[in-house]
T-cell receptor, first 114, second 113 residues
Framework: DTEVTQTPKHLVMGMTNKKSLKCEQH?????MYWYKQKAKKPPELMFV???????INESVPSRFSPECPNSSLLHLHLHALQPEDSALYLC?????????????FGPGTRLTVT | EDKVVQSPLSLVVHEGDTVTLNCSYE??????LLWYKQEKKAPTFLFML????IEKKSGRLSSILDKKELSSILNITATQTGDSAIYLC?????????????FGEGTQLTVNP
């Protein structure tokens, strides 16, 4: 099973809303990632969790808050977003360690902030 | 700053043609180079290359890494319309905070019937 699942597939939210994105994998991976991808651009790394601990935060605004309750599950909590935050949010997972393992991506959540 | 550059940015071919996509990089603490195919949604993994000169093959796709030239190519032979996608090259580096991928801008491949 090389599947990473993400919910919801689409999300429309207002600037005052609070919502969460969810990502799950059951491949035994211990590194999980959040990326943001704008149209016609490559994915940009936001956060990395390794063994359930936040190891990389790419200076992401505090209106994005990640959470990794266990090795299979990753959340991205959203609050007071701006219209420019509209994008495809991708989750990925891999075996951690030395950047020698491929990352598998989920299908993404298409977020629109109105 | 780590940099990954892909060329061409866009390519239009006819079914049956062979294409070569290029990726060059300037990074510190190189660990591996990965190729992904992205259609409408998530990037799907194609290859990971760590050693120079060893070709990896999967059906009509193949890829090779040249660590001396800091580059890689992805070849697709006998292209089909289903090969139309964005092909992303990413380099995995090891930083002080852990490992990360740096992506190139991608090559948009269109295969016409």
């Amino acid at each position: 099973d090389t599947e990473v699942t993400q919910t919801p597939k689409h999300l429309v939210m207002g600037m005052t809303n609070k919502k969460s994105l969810k990502c799950e994998q059951h491949m035994g991976h211990r590194a999980m990632y959040w990326y943001k991808q704008k149209a016609k651009k490559p994915p940009e790394l936001m956060f990395v969790y390794s063994y359930e601990k936040l190891s990389i935060n790419e200076s992401v605004p505090s209106r994005f808050s990640p959470e990794c309750p266990n090795s299979s599950l990753l959340h991205l909590h959203l609050h007071a977003l701006q219209p420019e935050d509209s994008a495809l949010y991708l989750c990925a997972s891999s075996y951690p360690g030395q950047a020698l393992y491929e990352q598998y991506f989920g299908p993404g959540t298409r977020l629109t902030v109105t | 700053e780590d940099k990954v550059v892909q060329s061409p940015l866009s390519l239009v071919v006819h079914e049956g043609d062979t294409v070569t996509l290029n990726c060059s990089y300037e990074v510190t603490n190189f660990r591996s180079l990965l190729w992904y195919k992205q259609e409408k949604k998530a990037p799907t993994f194609l290859f990971m290359l760590t050693s120079s000169g060893i070709e990896k093959k999967s059906g009509r796709l193949s890829s090779i890494l040249d660590k001396k030239e800091l580059s890689s190519i992805l070849n697709i032979t006998a292209t089909q319309t289903g090969d139309s996608a964005i092909y992303l090259c990413a380099v995995a580096v090891m930083g002080t905070s852990g490992s990360r991928l740096t992506f190139g801008e991608g090559t948009q491949l269109t295969v016409n019937p």
